[in-house]
């Protein structure tokens, strides 16, 4: 195991691994911004570029607006430390999460919320309906995984693979939301859009009227769509945006 007692993260880092660190370090600092965070739990995860199989997750005592780049503890898929980190982590959050990296190589980041929109509609039967226009983006994608308890067993990691199979959204049933993808940018946009879609069902559900569904070939026609109202670039459209919010609100995501 590597120290890091008396050298800086950023010195024992690639640079590759350190720009990775400061993203999913920004990404932490934008679920406490946006108010997606429940205290210190839930996890967002990101592969370690390089050959060894390792992770980046939070310290699981710290909040989300505290995680910085330097906070950040590498883990390999099975939640051990390979580098020096006075913090642990969430065997219950890495037990999900590794389950996915392992079970999908174009995973490389997994982000996973407990908001009460989440929540909330993945307590429904229907789960996320097509209501909205920001319904239709994950719907395009979208798999559900029932629950089953606190996510501690080993057995479990291979439903949720099952479950999710080539998807990158998931709402987990009477648990929460989680997003997958290859980089830290789209896994943001996707959880952004997600969680709009839940917050905004909830709110026409409590008009009290009969809801209009998007007809099923609007549906059916949304992927394509959507990568054209990102010009191809996804979330990276929108994160450095992000970051230049997050700067202006000092938060330590760089350090």
């Given amino acids: 195991?590597?120290?890091?007692?008396t050298t800086s993260v950023k010195d024992l880092v690639s640079q590759e691994e350190w720009e990775l660190r400061q993203n999913l370090a920004a990404c932490y600092n934008l679920v406490a911004h946006f108010g997606w965070d429940d205290l210190i739990f839930t996890h967002i995860s990101a592969r370690v570029p390089g050959p060894e199989t390792h992770f980046l997750i939070n310290p699981y005592g710290m909040m989300f607006d505290e995680v910085s780049a330097s906070s950040l503890v590498k883990v390999d898929l099975n939640g051990n430390k390979v580098m020096d980190s006075e913090f642990d982590i969430n065997p219950a959050g890495f037990t999900i999460h590794s389950a996915i990296h392992e079970g999908?190589?174009?995973?490389?980041?997994?982000m996973h919320t407990h908001t009460n929109a989440g929540v909330a509609v993945s307590a429904q039967t229907e789960g996320l309906l097509p209501i909205s226009q920001q319904a239709l983006f994950p719907l395009t994608s979208l798999a559900y995984h029932d629950y089953e308890g606190v996510a501690l067993r080993e057995d479990e990691k291979a439903r949720l693979q099952a479950d999710l199979g080539d998807s990158y959204f998931m709402i987990l049933r009477n648990h929460g939301l989680l997003?997958?993808?290859?980089?830290?940018?789209?896994?943001f946009l996707y959880m952004f859009i997600l969680q709009r879609a839940c917050e905004i069902q909830l709110m026409a559900q409590s008009g009290g009227t009969k809801l209009t569904p998007?007809?099923?070939?609007?549906?059916?026609?949304?992927?394509?769509a959507a990568k054209q109202v990102t010009n191809q670039a996804g979330g990276a459209l929108a994160w450095p945006g992000l970051l230049r919010k997050l700067d202006r609100l000092n938060a330590p995501y760089k350090d």
Avoid: K, L, Y
């Fill in 1 to 5: 195991m590597i120290s890091n007692t």
């Fill in 104 to 110: 999908r190589e174009d995973a490389h980041v997994v």
């Fill in 179 to 187: 997003t997958c993808a290859e980089n830290v940018a789209d896994a």
């Fill in 214 to 224: 998007v007809p099923g070939q609007i549906v059916a026609g949304m992927q394509a």
